[in-house]
């Protein structure tokens, strides 16, 4: 309990300038008349700086890279997943959440007031709008899901389709991706940054799949349990290699931004052969091919730089 100039506090909490709660202040800090935290010296002084810590207009622990932090050398860094692999668009769940959190939305959900599901477009707008809270949480980095253009409307983009697509082009059911625009994507970054949260881009860069048209080639089918084991002879298959990216090109016929191709020679492997209608893991065949050295060796060898069927 507190005496007669500082009132018991265990039950209390310090609010900062945006009206949300702190962790309770120890008794036997003195507060002024409107319950702000007095200057005091001794050990109410230290007690005080304690919970000026906790005040996240106070101490907010934010990137120095973006010019935020008041020192040095940042003590306290945290990066959040903003995203969830599972996320299944504009699903019903969605919709539930912009009339309020479900029973079934977790503690981080509710507190950060964002729906258990986000995408159909919308998930860099909800972004944008929880930058400021976030940065005033202590948040330092936000590790984005992939910006790029999936094989479908529905692909989180590790089903990447074009790397230069980043929600803009009218290709694979239509211009945004799951999570957006591309304008879209550009203001949430720069909101972040602007309240000192860093943005992680999920960078897909080792795979594609949902290509434009297929190809003949060599290759040999390997060992699923082991890809080091080849299980049949080299012998000519067709596979789904062949990436125009159509919805890119301008009036003039040349692709935006860059004018690569993409083809069979491009890749280590694929899944899938059309022209046997087989799934399996098949090895191209050709000069300087073979998977690649420095990856897990999972199943033998986990390099998945290879067209996955579209």
Known sequence: ?????????????????????????????????????????????AQTELAKKYRSSAHKGNAKALGKHDKEHQDNFCMMQGFEWYNDGQSERTRDWFRGPTETSSLTDRVLDVPPVSGGGVYWKQMKDKAKL???????????????????????????????DLGEFDVKGGKSTKWGSKQDYLDCVAELKK???????????NHKAGADFSETFHATEMDSN?????????????GWTGFSF???????????????????????????????????????????????????????????????RG
């Open 246 to 308: 159509p919805g890119r090109k301008g009036e003039d016929g040349k692709l935006k931004y860059s004018e690569m191709e993409w083809h069979h020679e491009h890749f280590t492997g694929v899944d899938y052969d059309a022209k046997n209608e087989k799934t399996s893991i098949f090895m191209i065949q050709g000069d300087n091919k073979g998977w690649a050295k420095a990856v897990d060796g999972e199943n033998g060898n986990f390099d998945v730089s290879r067209a996955v």
């Open 134 to 164: 976030l940065g005033e949480m202590g948040i330092t980095a936000v590790w984005l899901p992939p910006p790029t253009k999936a094989s479908s409307q529905e692909g989180n983009g590790y089903d990447i389709y074009d790397i230069w």
């Open 226 to 238: 082991d890809r080091n084991k080849a299980i049949s002879d080299c012998y000519e298959i067709e």
């Open 1 to 45: 309990m507190g005496n007669d100039n500082t009132p018991d506090l265990s039950k209390l909490s310090v609010k900062d300038d945006g009206g949300r709660p702190n962790p309770p202040v120890s008794a036997g800090v003195p507060l002024t008349e409107d319950g702000k935290i007095a200057a005091a010296g001794g050990k109410a002084g």
């Open 195 to 205: 309240h000192g949260v860093v943005a992680y881009v999920d960078a897909v860069l």
